[in-house]
């Protein structure tokens, strides 16, 4: 069932490198939202819940930065992570790049990938469900959680929990 798996924006005018990754990662049980432009991405994001963008930065017409800007201002708590085949990127250049969770350099190792996924998902629920750090951990910390899917199921279960008001208790 589509509702239980993790939603991924990917974002890259590469369209063997969008084939490739959608791929490779809808067989591990994400579903998987591809498109070749920034403004499609904006347009995506107004119209599917997402729970982790991936963006390239150079693209034709509007850039991953822009896209990157536009997505944490619309969604604060939504995790971004920047892949990018420019050796010569420096994140510290601008400001605006601490908005991203990490940078990841073009060809990514599949196994890098989904770490950096899972973590970036289970701070997108932190952030969405105002739940701290040593909270999560322990939350994570069961027996039963054994493998990255069994957390992603977890994050996913806690993520579709109304959101928690941390005012009163």
Same mark, same amino acid.
């Given at each position: =069932? !589509?509702?239980?798996?993790?939603?991924?924006?990917? /974002?890259?005018?590469? *369209?063997?490198?969008? +084939?490739?990754?959608?791929?490779?990662?809808?067989?591990?049980?994400?579903? /998987?939202?591809?498109?070749?432009?920034?403004?499609?991405?904006?347009?995506?994001?107004?119209?599917?819940?997402?729970?982790? !963008?991936?963006?390239?930065?150079? =693209?034709? &017409?509007?850039? &991953?930065? *822009?896209?990157? /800007?536009?997505?944490?201002? +619309?969604?604060?708590?939504?995790?971004? /992570?920047? #892949?990018?085949?420019?050796?010569?990127?420096? $994140?510290?250049?601008? !400001?605006?790049?601490?908005?991203?969770?990490?940078?990841?350099?073009?060809?990514? *190792?599949?196994?890098?990938?989904?770490?950096?996924?899972? *973590?970036?998902?289970?701070?997108?629920? =932190?952030?969405?469900?105002?739940?701290?750090?040593?909270? =999560?951990? !322990?939350?994570?910390?069961?027996?039963?959680?054994?493998?990255?899917?069994?957390?992603?199921?977890? #994050?996913?279960?806690?993520?579709?929990? $109304?959101?928690?008001?941390? &005012? &009163?208790?």
């Amino acid at each position: =069932m !589509a509702d239980d798996k993790i939603n991924i924006l990917l /974002v890259d005018d590469e *369209e063997a490198l969008l +084939d490739t990754i959608k791929r490779r990662l809808q067989i591990r049980a994400f579903n /998987v939202i591809a498109v070749n432009r920034g403004d499609k991405a904006l347009e995506v994001a107004r119209s599917h819940p997402i729970d982790v !963008a991936i963006l390239d930065l150079k =693209m034709p &017409g509007m850039s &991953g930065k *822009e896209v990157l /800007v536009n997505l944490k201002r +619309d969604y604060p708590w939504l995790e971004i /992570v920047i #892949l990018t085949g420019h050796g010569s990127f420096n $994140p510290e250049q601008e !400001a605006v790049y601490d908005q991203a969770y990490t940078y990841l350099a073009k060809p990514c *190792e599949l196994e890098t990938l989904l770490h950096v996924l899972v *973590e970036a998902y289970k701070k997108t629920v =932190m952030n969405k469900n105002k739940i701290a750090m040593k909270e =999560m951990e !322990a939350i994570l910390k069961t027996p039963t959680m054994q493998s990255a899917r069994e957390v992603l199921k977890k #994050l996913k279960e806690l993520d579709t929990q $109304p959101v928690r008001d941390k &005012g &009163g208790s």
